[in-house]
């Protein structure tokens, strides 16, 4: 029996060993993140899961914002936020040439300086897939492209909001997205890409038959879908199966807008199962939306954090419970074994 002894004690460091190489590489998960550059310091995907520049996991939980107009560089906005338990703002943005660039990166920064993940989403094409070549385009520009490398390593490019309604075949949607990834990755973007489903987000259909696709199209394996499940009346089956159809398809999914209330408050939305199931899988979370001028979906009234509403003081406890700032701000962040 020695020599087979000594068969199985060589094949177990052999194992080990192996094992232990390719966690050093990184890819000891179910899935290897793409070929990104050595210098390279921003957010990455892994599987189903987003890690900061320290290798620390990061779960978004934060809050959608539409400072643009109302509160212009987020004056009041970012310091809101930033009293919260949120890690990461999801900022509105458009193409307007009476709102300048330095306005989106000062938000920016002021974001960062509160030790706030950013995430940038396009709305010219919301429910307008024809408009979807304008955001592309968008982001091509060289003074974009210089505003998102100034902030590349706590950076999320989100390429459109929402774009087109349930009209989109998902075969345009899969195509459209691939050639997206491929121009900006030929442009030099090396950030998580955060793709939406058409039918206005809501269509998670297109993330869960589509999404594979597109994630090996693209060469640094860096994509984020975002879901935005605003029906109402909906059985709370459909967020569970939904994340767990992500998940199986090892996908990298968030919940990136919901509410109390239907997108146009046409009636109450059943939150709490969605978010305790997010919580369960640990996947991000994001309400809809911090503050605007007399809207029902406020977080806070007046950008004040000490005007809470009804439905903002339940999701920010919510919040409070679960929320953890990205690693890449913390030097004591203890790098997660992927």
Sequence with gaps: MKPFKTYFSLLSVGITILTATLFL??????SAFGDLPEDYQGFYVSGTKIYDGNGVVFVPVGVNTLFMYQDPGGAKTIPGIAKSSANCVR??????????????????????????????????????????????DYWLRDDVKSVVQKYEKYFILNIANEAGDGNVSE??????????????RNAGYRVPLMID??????????????????????????????????????????????IQASLDKNLCMIVGEFSHLGAIYEGTL?????VEECNKHNIGWLPWSWSMTNDKHNVVDNFNFDQKTEWGAQVLAEMDKVAVKAGIFDTAATKTPQ
């Design 25 to 30: 590489l990184g890819i000891s998960g179910s």
């Design 91 to 136: 900022m509105f943005w458009q193409d307007d040439k009476n709102v300048p660039l330095s306005v989106l990166d000062g938000a920016i920064g002021q974001a960062v300086d509160n030790k706030l993940v950013v995430i940038v989403g396009l709305w010219e094409a919301t429910g307008k897939w024809q408009n979807i070549d304008k955001c592309i």
């Design 171 to 184: 075969a345009d949607w899969e195509n459209k997205y691939i050639d997206a990834v491929k121009k900006l």
């Design 197 to 242: 489903p058409a039918n206005w987000g809501r269509g998670e259909r297109y993330i869960l038959n589509c999404g594979e696709k597109i994630l090996s199209s693209d060469p640094l394996q860096n994509i984020i879908y975002s879901w935005h499940p605003w029906d109402i009346n909906q059985p709370t089956s459909r967020y569970a199966d939904a």
């Design 270 to 274: 059943n939150w709490r199962p969605l």
